[in-house]
T-cell receptor, first 111, second 114 residues
Framework: GNSVTQMEGPVTLSEEAFLTINCTYTATGYPSLFWYVQYPGEGLQLLLKATKADDKGSNKGFEATYRKETTSFHLEKGSVQVSDSAVYFCALESGNTPLVFGKGTRLSVIA | DAGVIQSPRHEVTEMGQEVTLRCKPISGHDYLFWYRQTMMRGLELLIYFNNNVPIDDSGMPEDRFSAKMPNASFSTLKIQPSEPRDSAVYFC????????????FGSGTQLSVL
């Protein structure tokens, strides 16, 4: 079946550091891939997406590239801010079934 | 639009009591999802509806859990009787079509069962 594995947290970084959160997936067919973000006390919201191999999703300085050869969709940001502190979820969608989420990675950015 | 609205935001109850969580999806959305979030298990899909009809409830942990969607603008998740291990954040989400890019979450209900 479809599944998503993302790196366990928590991840703690200093402001302006480089961020990578790893995500790999297993899926049948050709899934779409997503990163969702959950700020403290809120529900999840879509951060970025990619619908086919080699697509790059980007938003708010975050990027992720859909790599079919390595079945990966790693999230990156060149310079994190305190306001980026949140839980990040990798997710995939295949066919007409609901999103499959990873377990989430908590990021804390300290000034 | 006000987004997906959940109530209550926080619920504290004692073991054995009935708990009812409520959700109002975004108007026009035809899919509604109930999720549970815990530190140990992450985000789990409990049940989802399409056009008010339950499609898959295989994620509902046990018979103590039930969900209904009597109309397009309202859904409930009920736990009876509640147990301490049910303590979690419960999210409702809705979408137009089962598309991840169009999935919107409510702010969740923090449930504590003592």
């Amino acid at each position: 079946g479809n599944s998503v594995t993302q790196m366990e947290g928590p991840v703690t970084l200093s402001e302006e550091a480089f961020l990578t959160i790893n995500c790999t997936y297993t899926a049948t067919g050709y899934p779409s891939l997503f990163w969702y973000v959950q700020y403290p006390g809120e529900g999840l919201q879509l951060l970025l997406k990619a619908t086919k191999a080699d697509d790059k999703g980007s938003n708010k300085g975050f990027e992720a590239t859909y790599r079919k050869e390595t079945t990966s969709f790693h999230l990156e940001k060149g310079s994190v801010q305190v306001s980026d502190s949140a839980v990040y979820f990798c997710a995939l969608e295949s066919g007409n079934t609901p999103l499959v989420f990873g377990k989430g990675t908590r990021l804390s950015v300290i000034a | 639009d006000a987004g997906v609205i959940q109530s209550p935001r926080h619920e504290v109850t004692e073991m054995g009591q009935e708990v009812t969580l409520r959700c109002k999806p975004i108007s026009g959305h035809d899919y509604l999802f109930w999720y549970r979030q815990t530190m140990m298990r992450g985000l789990e899909l409990l049940i989802y509806f399409n056009n008010n009809v339950p499609i898959d409830d295989s994620g509902m942990p046990e018979d103590r859990f039930s969900a209904k969607m009597p109309n397009a603008s309202f859904s409930t998740l009920k736990i009876q009787p509640s147990e301490p291990r049910d303590s979690a954040v419960y999210f409702c989400a809705s979408s137009f079509g089962a598309r991840g890019e169009k999935l919107f979450f409510g702010s969740g209900t923090q449930l504590s069962v003592l």
